[in-house]
């Protein structure tokens, strides 16, 4: 790495310092893959494989749609009512989801990456949550995006650089394209025995049930979407022997993306992008790895707590494929 690559982000426009709305632009490539980070909430903003793409992307000079390719932290989901006890002390977040007074998918979506490395096949970013009356914790984060044979692999490590142990958790959110046509046309497949209900009216956890009492939302054979709504979260995930699993998405065609991760991330959300017209529905698959459960922060099931100095990272790949 050269000190002219880490200060040569791409920009756009006649005037150099008027910034796409999206940020400063990162884009990597390596053997038919071309990713491109925006700094804005360190997101994906395109992912392609010889010139498919793997992601919805969205344009440089817009307002990412939603959390559309986001890093989410430091909790992923929803605190539900935006308010938690933690060490014995109440706190209230900004209620980010004001339809269903929640909060929403942590503290830096919306926060100006910095750049902190770059090469050909691979960036990093940095950011830190600073203390705020809903979260009086400084968490230094950084993100690597790496491109190799083995397609895009995101990595978000956060360090605790403040005197307190802090909650923590993480994960992307991703919109998965497995090739043309929608979501009901594809044919889906992860491997999770169990998954959370949830509330109709605001999506706030119940309980965690098998996925045999709801048969549509059992993908461990792989099946088409069809006409299926989710926006669930999944667990008790079958692992490789390294501790991997993976979320496939078919086209009809045989093209196809997958995306791995650790043991690490123990939930996984999928969501089916539906969309009240006239907006897009259903154009990708939500498909979003996570260290924990969606009010994690209330509930303190698999919360990561991190001990002042201690550091925590979480990693996932994205991959195509092909019939």
């Known amino acids: ?4 690559a880490v200060t040569s982000p791409t920009t756009t426009g006649t005037d150099a310092s008027v910034l796409p709305l999206s940020g400063l ?4 490539s390596h053997d038919g893959y071309s990713a491109t980070i925006a700094s804005v909430g360190a997101s994906l903003r395109l992912l392609t494989w010889n010139g498919r793409d793997l992601v919805v992307p969205f344009a440089e000079d817009e307002v990412r749609p939603g959390y559309r390719g986001a890093v989410l932290a430091p909790w992923p989901n929803r605190v539900v009512d935006g308010s938690y006890t933690f060490d014995g002390v109440d706190y209230q977040l900004p209620l980010t989801e004001p339809s269903r007074s929640h909060a929403l998918h942590g503290l830096v979506c919306w926060a100006d990456w910095t750049l902190q490395a770059r090469t050909a096949e691979s960036v990093t970013l940095g950011t830190t949550i600073v203390p705020s009356d809903g979260y009086p914790h400084r968490i230094a984060l950084l993100v690597t995006y790496s491109l190799t044979d083995d397609g895009l692999t995101s990595t978000v490590t956060a360090e605790n650089v403040g005197a307190a142990t802090a909650p923590y958790g993480t994960g992307p959110h991703p919109y998965l394209v497995a090739g043309p046509g929608i979501v009901d046309d594809w044919t889906l497949e992860f491997p999770a025995a169990a998954y959370l209900t949830v509330t109709p009216d605001r999506l706030s956890p119940v309980a965690t049930v098998p996925v045999e009492t709801t048969p549509e939302f059992d993908f461990r054979t792989p ?10 979260a999944f667990t ?6 390294d ?18 991760f650790g043991a690490e991330l123990p939930w ?19 498909v979003e790895p996570m260290t924990c459960p969606p009010d994690a922060f209330s509930t303190g099931e698999d919360l990561v707590l991190l001990a002042p100095g201690q550091s925590h990272s979480a990693g996932w790949t994205i991959a195509a494929t092909e019939a």
């Open 25 to 28: 632009q990162y884009t990597i």
């Open 236 to 241: 008790a995930i079958a692992r490789d022997a």
């Open 243 to 260: 501790g991997s699993a993976s979320v496939t998405v078919t086209s009809p065609g045989g093209t196809g993306v997958r995306m791995s």
């Open 1 to 4: 790495m050269t000190d002219a």
């Open 268 to 286: 996984l959300q999928v969501h089916t992008a539906d969309r009240p017209a006239p907006e897009p529905s259903r154009i990708g698959l939500a």
């Open 223 to 232: 099946r088409v979407i069809g006409d299926t709504f989710i926006d669930h």
